[in-house]
């Protein structure tokens, strides 16, 4: 007998009840965050770098699914691959052949990394981590792994033992016995590979919180020590890889540094099939699978799926012919450039910094004595509030979707699809403009938000 399931049918049936299911049986905080703050839209479609509601209005999404939508939404590319890998039906995941699509993959991928000769596939950026970290303590035999004040590298375990938010580690204690290390400070990572048990140090090359970048020279400079103290460097390129900030890579933005471990994941899936990809050296693959009694000591059930494959492959088909990370360059140069320019226009407005699309807007104390005494008041009730503040209008009036750059920050960060160009510069920088007026004209709508948000930071000490 065959089974009747209509999708599109259960989606007219029950589709209005998201939030309320949401809050029942999913993280019941997400429903009520997005209420308190307004950003409980209902998308009905979406496309490129846009979505549209039921009444046909259209939003500019400038968050791509935290980056996951690097080609925008449902590019026809990868939709394409992924009906004929459906339509192919492959003998996938028995586990005990070679099917060709990871190989064709990996192959794909090392081509951008030509120092790199293996990939292990897995399912996400926190796995591809995981899998880093296991390699790097294996193959060197050590156990502690190096990381930077304010990285993030996932939310599992081991990540998590990388992760320098201590509010994301707060209550998952006891963690890997790994070391924090100042962003930049060479000093500091020299002091603690002297202790000789260090296996790697783990480096987003510009950080996702904050959008800092290394200092220039750093990642070479940490590269010759680590490998004179026999230790791995580790580039977490899962938000910042695949073109994000105009080079297919971020690490390679600067001359010489060739990371031993390369983590990618997000803007790898083409917005559909989740995947993860740790790509390495030889000789440290060779290590882990030392033996064929060793084959699957490290292994993913759905690592290596054709679906995830397929919309790879699709995904650095698409990066190649349409010349994505060019546009992704030129493009993040216009709209960091047109936004610098506005720093000294809005005193609220302290720095504009990155590189590609991949954007830190950041704001600060003002001069003024009438604007100063509302900063203050948001900073007393709750690090973090102003940005919030400029977020809500960008969606409310302008229907742009951002989000800040993580909690307690005064910044936003922008990582819109590789795919924008000028008319989406344009749109964002006349929105963004018209909120930096509202907000020093010392009146209006933000600031009667601010007490919504200063009552709900109050409320949750």
């Not at 919309?311 to 698409?318: E, K, P, R």
Request: aromatic share 8%; net charge negative; charged share 25%.
């Amino acid at each position: 007998m065959t089974t009747e399931f209509d999708l599109g049918a259960l989606l007219a049936e029950r589709g209005a009840e998201r939030y309320e299911l949401h809050g029942r049986y999913l993280n019941h905080q997400l429903p009520r965050m997005l209420h308190t703050i307004g950003f409980d839209k209902v998308y009905e479609r979406g496309e490129g770098a846009y979505f549209w509601d039921a009444d046909g209005n259209d939003y500019l999404d400038m968050l791509a699914g935290f980056g996951v939508m690097g080609l925008g939404r449902h590019h026809p590319v990868v939709r394409k691959a992924l009906h004929d890998v459906l339509d192919a039906q492959l003998a996938d995941l028995t586990r005990f052949d070679c099917q060709p699509l990871p190989g064709l993959l990996a192959e794909k991928l090392l081509a951008h990394s030509p120092h790199l000769d293996r990939v292990f596939f897995g399912n996400s950026g926190t796995e591809a981590v995981e899998t880093a970290l296991k390699f790097a303590r294996y193959a060197t035999g050590r156990p502690r792994v190096l990381y930077c004040d304010h990285a993030f590298h996932g939310l599992t375990t081991g990540s998590l033992s990388v992760n320098g938010e201590d509010g994301f580690r707060d209550g998952f204690a006891p963690l890997l016995p790994d070391t924090a290390v100042p962003l930049g400070d060479l000093d500091a990572l020299a002091r603690e590979l002297h202790k000789g048990d260090v296996a790697a140090l783990i480096v987003e090359p510009i950080q996702g919180k904050g959008v800092h970048e290394t200092p220039p020279g750093y990642l070479r400079a940490a590269q010759e020590l680590l490998h004179k103290h026999k230790a791995l460097l580790i580039a977490d390129e899962v938000q910042t890889g695949l073109g994000r900030t105009g080079d297919f890579y971020a690490h390679q933005h600067e001359e010489g540094v060739e990371p031993d471990l390369v983590c990618v994941a997000k803007a790898l899936s083409g917005g559909y099939v989740p995947v993860g990809a740790t790509l390495g050296k030889d000789w440290i693959f060779k290590k882990v699978y030392s033996s064929m009694d060793r084959v699957l000591v490290h292994s993913a059930s759905f690592g290596s799926n054709a679906q995830a494959m397929a919309a790879g492959l699709a995904v650095l088909s698409v990066l190649e012919n349409e010349q994505i990370v060019a546009n992704a360059r030129a493009t993040g140069d216009s709209l960091r450039s047109r936004l610098a320019a506005l720093v000294d226009k809005y005193e609220l407005l302290a720095d504009v910094r990155g590189r590609g699309l991949m954007i830190g807007i950041e704001f600060g104390k003002p001069r003024s004595l009438k604007l100063r005494s509302r900063w203050t008041m948001l900073q007393a009730a709750r690090k973090g509030l102003f940005a919030q503040m400029v977020v809500v209008p960008l969606l409310q009036r302008h229907r742009i979707l951002t989000q800040v750059s993580g909690d307690h920050l005064e910044v936003i960060k922008l990582i819109p699809p590789l795919i924008v160009g000028e008319r989406e510069v344009d749109r964002f920088v006349d929105a963004f403009t018209a909120v930096m007026d509202d907000a020093h004209s010392g009146g209006g709508l933000m600031w009667d938000f601010s007490k919504t948000l200063v009552k709900q930071a109050v409320a949750k000490r």
